[in-house]
């Protein structure tokens, strides 16, 4: 069994090297030569027409608005990667792992963006009048190629499994920190995202637009704080970010050291699997939006990835850097929360804490939704609640065996439906840079009017019920 666990290891450790930096980035790359580097040319436009415009924006008639669908993304994608996971890059990858996380976080804009796109064209209304999307639909659609979305299906079920899981594990690992009996935690957590995930999509946004503001907020003040008071350092950390990111970084104190293929390995790994870019998953949410053409909910697609990996996660990294925690040897869960601790005191650990346990809670409660929305391709409407009640059940596994157990496994199968997914996205990059075409060409027209194949689904839905 030890032998098989350490070949599942050695090929997580190689597929997120190299390989991954290749299918996402490069692909990333391919991507924004496509669609003229919009993630640049088209910032402002995307700034001023997201967060400037929409902040709080409630739906209509029982739908979901664009920031609605996305905090249901940000849910997801805010979680233990990026104060965890990150910390982890910094502590086995080096200074260096900042700078591909960057990188990956740049051009994965693009990426969300475009698996955004087709989720957004492929989605369906349900039997309730709302709309519903994802890579189990817009892959075989997309393609033509009717087993990719089942396999994606099953691959990301397995991933998701592993992931909400790990999700609780690290919210528990530090309570548990803090003195909280970690059965107690595990068992508190659990029951809330039951009250969560019982009422489904309806009921995950409607908790995740009050939330993911507040710890949103929260988080990055504290991080600030943290990187003023040891502003000293800060010059050194940005520059051994670049001086490290092509070499590796050499062994100093407690730190094990690290080559250029561990920088390279934990930087992508973390940039891709810390906003979610690639796997698909966060499509989920975003297709429920009410928005009158697809890529109006896309280019929220790029706020999310811009938010999450560029200012979150660098907040992240540049708190484990000043504060020197990632030479210590200390394990890499509770750099920065040991950052904080040094930096303010006992507040700053709570304060990490109950960052981590909020980013934790709603992307568990998240991925339930977005396990459930793969029963239902493979199963049938029926399978939802049986699926909700499985994940809750593994919520109390990953809360007792902490994340450590868990991280390379949940790497391991996000890397196989991240080939998955991107393979049927990449196929499709024709589609989405027509769409790009279509909505830029005149913006104006689609503040009033509806998308074609949309308002003919709306009429025929209207005219059934």
């Not at 039997?127 to 997309?142: D, R, V």
């Not at 589609?431 to 913006?443: N, P």
């Amino acid at each position: 069994m030890q032998v098989i666990l350490d070949a599942i290891m050695a090929f997580t450790n190689w597929l997120w090297g190299i390989p991954m930096l290749i299918w996402i980035v490069g692909g990333g790359l391919f991507l924004s030569v496509r669609l003229g580097f919009l993630q640049f040319t088209k910032l402002g436009f995307i700034l001023k027409n997201t967060i400037g415009k929409s902040f709080g924006k409630k739906g209509e008639d029982g739908k979901f608005s664009s920031w609605q669908a996305v905090t249901g993304a940000l849910a997801s994608t805010l979680g233990a990667g990026n104060i965890i996971g990150t910390a982890m890059a910094v502590g086995l990858g080096g200074p260096g792992a900042v700078f591909w996380l960057w990188m990956t976080g740049l051009l994965c804009c693009v990426v969300k963006y475009s698996e955004t796109t087709m989720a957004m064209k492929y989605r369906r209304l349900n039997s309730k009048g709302q709309w519903e999307g994802g890579p189990q639909m817009y892959l075989s659609a997309g393609t033509g190629w009717k087993w990719i979305s089942p396999l994606y299906a099953v691959i990301c079920i397995v991933c998701l499994f592993l992931a909400a899981s790990a999700q609780i594990g690290s919210g528990v690992d530090n309570l548990a920190a803090l003195g909280a009996p970690r059965m107690v935690s595990t068992v508190v957590l659990t029951v809330l995202a039951a009250l969560v995930v019982v009422g489904g999509m309806k009921s995950l946004l409607s908790v995740t637009e009050k939330v993911v503001p507040i710890m949103s907020v929260m988080y990055i003040v504290g991080a600030l704080v943290v990187i003023v008071l040891n502003i000293a350092n800060l010059p050194g950390a940005l520059a051994d970010i670049f001086r490290y990111a092509f070499t590796g970084r050499a062994a100093v104190g407690g730190f094990a050291g690290s080559t250029f293929a561990l920088c390279v390995r934990w930087g992508v790994a973390r940039g891709c699997y810390s906003n979610d870019s690639g796997t698909g998953v966060t499509t989920i949410s975003h297709a429920v939006a009410d928005v009158n053409h697809p890529i109006q909910q896309s280019i929220w697609a790029v706020f999310e990835v811009f938010f999450d990996t560029i200012i979150v996660c660098t907040l992240t990294c540049l708190v484990v850097l000043t504060t020197g925690v990632w030479q210590t040897g200390i394990d890499p869960s509770v750099m920065t929360m040991t950052g904080f601790q040094n930096t303010i005191g006992s507040v700053g650990g709570i304060l990490v804490t109950v960052a981590v346990v909020l980013f934790t809670f709603t992307t568990a409660c998240a991925q339930i939704e977005f396990t459930v929305a793969q029963f239902v391709k493979l199963f049938g409407e029926k399978s939802s609640n049986v699926c909700r009640w499985i994940m809750l059940a593994l919520l109390l596994v990953g809360g007792i065996v902490g994340i450590s157990a868990l991280i390379a496994y949940v790497d391991f199968f996000a890397g196989l439906y991240t080939l998955v997914n991107l393979l049927g996205v990449y196929w499709c990059n024709g589609q989405i840079v027509a769409l790009t075409k279509e909505y830029f060409s005149d913006t104006k027209k689609w503040e009033t009017e509806k998308w074609p194949t949309w308002a003919a689904m709306e009429a025929e839905y209207k005219k059934a019920n």
